[in-house]
């Protein structure tokens, strides 16, 4: 996979040796470097792609990643067929990181979202795209302050980590580009991402399966596909709890805020609030799809489902651009319960177009809705 850097500055700060999977350069004592003085030219003309892999366990117990500057991926896919799985930037088993900086990460995205090997992509495609920035079983991982343009699939995802602060982002990418999701979290716990702005093609953040206590706040969102738990329950059993996303800001996004799960799945959602959400012109504010199913081919009915329960919306307020501002279609066999719906005010974009709610098996109570949520059955604890 070729790499190149456009007046690029990265350093890590050490104690002691740092474990590299691309690099042959002896750390002993070594307390900080600059990837210049190590052989990187960042002329955006020479293949820089010594610092793409870093894999602990490390010794020192704080690292920190300085980036200045653009991380520029290459232009062509032939470059990135020797990529490690995935992922284009990958940190794995490093714990105590930090990565900060002015600097961008502008993966060039465009060069795979033409064919994005979604549906059926033609024999010999090269298609499936990497994730730009990936953090794995990264403990007390620091991220803050970088721009990230144009990823060819997710901008950047945290699988298996613990501890985690994510701020002061700034993610970009065209509405139409495909996959492109923000942040990505799977597998992981006490993860907090705040004070961001997300502007991407698909969600702007994304809550998979085996995570809990997750904090989300002062996201600006949109473009995008809105704030996301899910999809859970795609062949297999996903579990996600305590779940807190305040005071965020969605605009003309596809979604607003979001729980979806395939049929057929297992597991539970629970211990779910969305709190002072503001939407602008947004498409489905709020919306509960245990029906999802993006290919819309050959989708799965099944009377198995994951289990929803203990959700609450509060202090959510804005427009809409379609009329059904909550939608609310859990299982038909397994119920959505303990659903709260309390001070929850969303209106047409359209001036004076009337706007409604719906059901399907829930169970919660509403109180000061507008539009008034009748279909909400009040039982079944």
Same mark, same amino acid.
């Given at each position: 996979?070729?790499?190149h850097?456009?007046?690029?500055?990265l350093v /890590?700060?050490t104690?002691?040796a740092?474990?590299?999977?691309n +690099?042959?350069i002896?750390l002993v004592?070594?307390?900080s470097?600059?990837v210049?003085?190590?052989g990187?030219?960042?002329?955006?003309?020479?293949?820089? #792609?010594l610092?793409? +892999?870093f894999?602990?366990?490390?010794?020192?117990?704080?690292?920190?990643?300085?980036?200045?500057?653009?991380?520029?991926?290459?232009n062509?896919?032939?470059?990135?067929?020797?990529?490690?799985?995935? #992922?284009?930037?990958?940190?794995?088993?490093?714990?105590?990181?930090t990565?900060?900086?002015n600097?961008?990460?502008?993966g060039?995205?465009?060069?795979?979202?033409e064919?994005?090997?979604?549906?059926?992509?033609?024999?010999?495609t090269?298609?499936?795209a990497p994730?730009?920035?990936?953090?794995?079983?990264?403990?007390?991982?620091?991220?803050?302050?970088?721009?990230?343009?144009?990823s060819?699939?997710v901008?950047i995802?945290?699988t298996?980590c613990?501890?985690?602060?994510?701020s002061?982002?700034?993610?970009?990418?065209?509405?139409t580009?495909?996959?492109?999701?923000?942040i990505?979290?799977?597998?992981?716990t006490y993860?907090n @991402?705040? =004070?961001?702005?997300i502007?991407?093609g698909?969600?702007c953040?994304? @809550?998979?399966?085996?995570? &809990?206590?997750i904090?989300?706040?002062g996201?600006?969102?949109g473009?995008?596909?809105?704030i +996301?738990?899910?999809? /859970?329950?795609?062949?297999?059993?996903d579990?996600v709890?305590?779940?807190?996303?305040h005071?965020?800001t969605?605009s003309?996004?596809?979604?607003?805020?979001?729980?979806?799960t395939?049929?057929?799945?297992t597991?539970y959602? %629970?211990?779910?609030?969305f709190?002072?959400i503001?939407f602008?012109?947004?498409?489905?504010?709020?919306?509960? =799809?245990?029906?999802y199913c993006p290919?819309?081919? =050959?989708?799965?009915?099944?009377?198995s489902?994951v289990n929803?329960?203990?959700?609450t919306y509060? *202090?959510? +307020?804005g427009? &809409?651009?379609?009329?059904?501002v909550?939608?609310l279609?859990c299982s %038909?066999?397994?119920?959505c319960t303990?659903i709260?719906?309390?001070?929850?005010h969303? %209106?047409?974009?359209v001036? *004076?177009r009337?706007?409604?709610?719906?059901c399907?098996?829930?169970?919660?109570?509403?109180?000061?809705?507008k539009?008034?949520l009748d279909?909400?059955?009040y039982t079944?604890?």
């Amino acid at each position: 996979m070729q790499l190149h850097f456009i007046t690029l500055v990265l350093v /890590l700060l050490t104690s002691s040796a740092l474990s590299s999977t691309n +690099s042959r350069i002896s750390l002993v004592s070594t307390t900080s470097f600059d990837v210049i003085e190590y052989g990187a030219k960042g002329d955006a003309k020479t293949d820089d #792609s010594l610092p793409v +892999s870093f894999a602990g366990p490390c010794k020192p117990s704080k690292i920190s990643v300085q980036v200045s500057g653009n991380i520029v991926g290459s232009n062509n896919k032939t470059d990135w067929m020797s990529n490690h799985g995935d #992922s284009w930037l990958l940190f794995l088993m490093v714990s105590g990181l930090t990565v900060s900086g002015n600097g961008q990460i502008d993966g060039q995205g465009p060069i795979w979202w033409e064919n994005a090997c979604i549906g059926t992509p033609p024999p010999g495609t090269t298609c499936h795209a990497p994730v730009a920035l990936q953090f794995k079983r990264c403990n007390g991982l620091r991220l803050s302050n970088l721009t990230h343009v144009n990823s060819p699939r997710v901008h950047i995802t945290i699988t298996t980590c613990n501890d985690v602060i994510v701020s002061n982002l700034h993610i970009i990418a065209p509405e139409t580009s495909p996959n492109t999701d923000g942040i990505d979290i799977s597998g992981s716990t006490y993860v907090n @991402i705040r =004070d961001s702005i997300i502007e991407t093609g698909d969600d702007c953040i994304a @809550i998979g399966g085996g995570s &809990s206590n997750i904090k989300i706040s002062g996201i600006v969102c949109g473009p995008g596909h809105g704030i +996301s738990i899910g999809s /859970l329950g795609h062949g297999g059993t996903d579990v996600v709890e305590n779940i807190d996303v305040h005071n965020c800001t969605l605009s003309k996004t596809l979604t607003g805020v979001r729980i979806k799960t395939y049929q057929g799945g297992t597991g539970y959602a %629970k211990h779910i609030s969305f709190t002072g959400i503001r939407f602008d012109a947004v498409y489905n504010p709020i919306i509960i =799809d245990q029906y999802y199913c993006p290919s819309h081919q =050959d989708c799965l009915t099944s009377t198995s489902a994951v289990n929803l329960s203990d959700i609450t919306y509060k *202090g959510i +307020s804005g427009t &809409s651009k379609t009329d059904n501002v909550i939608n609310l279609s859990c299982s %038909k066999t397994v119920a959505c319960t303990k659903i709260v719906m309390d001070s929850v005010h969303i %209106k047409s974009a359209v001036l *004076g177009r009337k706007v409604y709610g719906s059901c399907i098996n829930a169970y919660g109570i509403a109180t000061h809705v507008k539009p008034f949520l009748d279909c909400l059955n009040y039982t079944l604890s």
